[in-house]
């Protein structure tokens, strides 16, 4: 088994450091936010993940994972160290290495063995592994021999201790024999198929995933942007698209947009260096421009339908960026928020984890409520920017007991329509027909039944 340092202990480090000594590694996290590293001592996450933390707390016990401030105590005795910190988007759509640099320069200052392997984790555009390097021997203390190599994650947040050890890949870059060696034994005891490639190669296959998905979902909302103008149902289109095992199914699901740091951020990435080597993928600034439009399609549709929702109570459902995750980097609800807000809408918004986190992006501009209840009492119209497992599963006839005008924009689809025709209703969605509820017919055209 290896010691293994992990710098950086935020969405991808922790579950990376507890996963690897789960199987068995002697694990050091190390982490500059003394707050945070006190919070992982105590046995708790820093973040939700389901599952982590349960894992985390039998490591801590097992001796295998230690926690710490201290570069000098995390790195000094590594084998491994794996660099997981974040890498925003830059104002000109690249990614900001400056914590890459920040953590590389710290490693340089603290190493004393030769042959330690220096991992890139974190995604990074082509060619940064050679700027570690520089930047590590640039504050060596003395000449050393180090290895160094491209191990990028493709960890779902929400999915990231099960991607971790159910994943469909591992990728490897390096130009070392020995560092390909080191990485293939050490993740031997997860039984997931290695592709071994130069570093580079590594890179690019990372941020190409993430762009190629975006581009699925991009392609799937614009076609459900068609469907509303003809009259078609998306899901019906994309069931008999993914059938076709060159296509698949996952990923075609029609919605608000997608969020999260990583797709919109490895999209921007593919095209400032498809623009950088002078091979532009104007495929990519449409996926990006797609999505945009995407985002706000709910409050242009309940715009239509209200014609002006100032003083309008409405209930937002879901605040994160997708489900199983209190992350709203990127969300498209803390989005449709603001805009509900500008457009004078009185918001109450609910989620089951990421209040606190959209507190932070949104204060007081909207209220919070801790039920669904809550959030949706008296309100005159709702939203759904998350498809929560809890929204997914409101019993329909809540909506016309909770709400004054049980008025639904879905911007995730979470109710199949036939669901929703049995009750009185009006329930609009992404790329499917509209549906009034039998008594709304009623009510909205005056048909009796007598
Ligand atoms: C993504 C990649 O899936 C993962 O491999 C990589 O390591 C990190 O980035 P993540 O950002 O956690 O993972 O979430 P993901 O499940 O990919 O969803 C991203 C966004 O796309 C979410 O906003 C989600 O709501 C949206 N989405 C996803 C859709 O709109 N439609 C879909 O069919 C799937």
Redesign the pocket.
């Known amino acids: 088994m290896k010691k293994i340092a992990i710098a950086g202990t935020g ?2 480090g922790l579950v990376t450091g507890v996963c690897l000594a789960e199987i068995g590694h002697d694990v050091i996290c190390v982490d500059r936010d003394p707050q945070k590293i006190n919070t992982l001592l105590k046995g708790e996450a820093t973040f939700y993940e389901p599952g982590l933390e349960e894992l985390m707390k039998n490591n801590l016990e097992a001796g295998r994972l230690i926690f710490t401030t201290s570069p000098t105590i995390g790195y000094q005795d590594a084998d491994i160290i794996m660099i997981t910190v974040g890498t925003p988007n830059d104002p000109n759509g690249s990614l900001d290495l400056q914590y890459i640099e920040q953590i590389s320069k710290e490693i340089g200052r603290t190493i004393t063995r030769n042959n330690i392997l220096i991992v890139t984790k974190s ?1 990074v555009p082509l060619g940064t592994n050679e700027k570690i390097k520089e930047w590590i021997q640039s504050e060596l203390r003395s000449p050393l021999y180090f290895h160094l190599a491209a191990n ?9 201790v099960y ?1 971790t050890f159910h994943g469909d890949r591992i990728i490897i870059g390096s130009d070392s024999k020995e560092a390909l060696h080191t990485l293939e034994e050490l993740y031997k005891p997860l039984h997931i198929p290695i592709i071994k490639t130069d570093t580079k190669s590594a890179e690019l296959i ?1 941020i190409a ?2 762009s190629f ?2 581009l ?2 991009s392609y ?2 614009a076609l459900s942007s068609i469907c509303e103008q003809i009259g078609g149902n998306i899901e019906e289109v994309t069931l008999g698209m993914g059938m076709d095992a060159r296509i698949g199914t ?14 919109p951020k ?1 999209t921007k990435e593919v095209t400032h260096l498809a623009n950088e080597v002078g091979e532009p993928i104007r495929l990519l600034d449409e996926v990006l421009e797609i999505n945009k439009r995407q985002e706000l399609r709910l409050i242009d549709k309940a715009l239509a339908r209200f014609k002006s929702l100032k003083g309008k109570k409405a209930a937002l459902l879901g605040l994160s ?3 199983n ?1 209190d ?1 709203v980097r ?3 609800s803390i989005k449709m928020a603001k805009r509900l807000v500008m457009e004078g809408a009185i918001v109450t918004a609910y989620d089951p984890v990421a209040i606190r986190n959209a507190k932070r992006e949104l204060g007081e501009i909207i209220s919070y409520s801790d039920t669904l209840e809550q959030a949706l009492m008296n309100a005159d119209l709702a939203f759904i920017g ?2 929560w497992e809890e929204i997914k599963n409101i019993p329909i006839t809540m909506f016309s007991e909770w709400m004054t005008e049980p008025v639904i924009f879905d911007g ?1 689809n979470c109710f199949q329509l036939d669901a929703m025709k049995g009750f009185p209703i009006e329930y609009h969605s992404i790329g499917r027909p509209c549906v009034i509820g039998k008594e709304n017919i009623i009510k909205t055209f005056g048909l009796g039944l007598g």
């Open positions: 969405y991808v995604t990028p994650e493709f960890l779902r947040q929400g999915a990231a991607d990372k995933s993430n998905l975006a699925k979902i799937v909302n996952s990923f075609l699901n029609a919605g608000v947009g997608f969020g999260g740091s990583c797709l490895d960026f997708k489900p995750t992350d990127e969300s498209v998350t498809e995730r």
